[in-house]
């Protein structure tokens, strides 16, 4: 499995808590975080993205209400078992994720028929695809993003 990463785009109109909030609820219902791994504290993935501890707590609240995370004292945060609806998606996360991905589009200069191109090849990707060869968005990783892999030597994160 290769890495996954949550980034936060201050120049988004999608408020910070709300991108935290997507990616991992997606990260979580897609089974890349598993039941039971923790995740970074408040304070950690504060200072990782460079927010403020209320913006990740409030992200943090919200996963709670929707039952996809559970915080405990002395235990942390960990992922909670996928809710028995999990089969059904989240209409506001797809609108956010489909949002971002057509204003980054735009800003590469690719017009409609592209970014519609570039989606049903995603949906569709053919024999040719290989997710071990695909690098994901290439080059060095930005500031303000935290990475998670398999390692469970560091609790699934690092910067």
């Given at each position: 499995m290769r890495d996954s990463a949550v980034r936060v785009d201050t120049t988004s109109q999608v408020p910070p808590y709300e991108q935290i909030r997507a990616q991992l609820a997606a990260l979580i219902r897609t089974g890349r975080l598993v039941e039971g791994e923790r995740l970074p504290t408040v304070r950690q993935l504060a200072a990782d993205l460079g927010l403020a501890p209320g913006t990740v707590a409030r992200a943090y609240r919200e996963l709670e209400t929707a039952d996809?995370?559970?915080?405990?004292?002395?235990?942390?945060?960990?992922?909670?078992?996928?809710?028995?609806?999990?089969?059904?998606?989240?209409?506001?996360?797809?609108e956010t994720l489909v949002r971002d991905f057509t204003s980054a589009a735009r800003a590469l200069g690719a017009d409609t028929e592209d970014i519609l191109t570039a989606v049903r090849d995603a949906l569709d990707p053919g024999p040719a695809f290989s997710p071990a060869a695909d690098s994901g968005a290439g080059g060095p990783e930005r500031p303000g993003a935290f990475i998670f892999d398999d390692d469970p030597g560091d609790h699934g994160f690092r910067t």
């Open positions: 996809l995370i559970r915080t405990r004292r002395g235990a942390g945060t960990r992922v909670a078992a996928l809710p028995s609806d999990s089969q059904t998606h989240d209409a506001d996360q797809l």
